[in-house]
């Protein structure tokens, strides 16, 4: 079929027909086969995923939780939502989850946690202009 032949054909369908057309023209969706996570009692990142899914602490592993600030933090955050003293020394050690954790936790001034982010002049800057310091 010529061009001309061709474009002649597309201007005489309908609408509907050349929606069809380009449906079925279009190479079909890639569906991304859905993996099952195993759960891993000693990752601290499974651990925090298993927490959200039940939506409840898990006391059990929470030592394996404290063995990563970041985890730590968002285990607070996400699960416990309330201060979690246990954790704290972990947090502190990271200057950006230790701002995180006096700005979305505690939401006042983290004393014990001030010369770790101290440590980064940013979260350093931020955490003083939010704490009016």
């Known amino acids: ?7 002649i054909d597309i201007l005489s369908q309908s ?25 891993d009692p000693t ?18 592993y929470e030592d394996i939780i404290l063995q990563d600030p970041r985890h730590a933090f968002i285990y607070v955050r996400d699960v416990i939502k309330d201060r979690w003293p246990e954790a704290e020394d972990v947090i502190a050690q990271d200057s950006f989850y230790a701002y995180l954790y006096a700005a979305d936790v505690i939401k006042d001034r983290w004393p014990e946690a001030e010369d770790v982010i101290k440590q980064d002049p940013f979260y350093w800057r931020k955490y003083k202009e939010m704490f009016n310091m």
Do not use: C, G, Q, W
Request: proline fraction near 10%.
């Open 1 to 7: 079929m010529s061009i001309l032949a061709r474009a």
């Open 15 to 39: 609408d509907e027909d050349l929606l069809n057309t380009y449906e079925r023209s279009k190479p079909p969706k890639y569906k991304r086969p859905r993996m099952k996570k195993v759960f």
């Open 43 to 60: 990752s601290p990142e499974s651990v925090y995923d298993y927490a959200v899914r039940i939506n409840e602490r898990v006391p059990e």
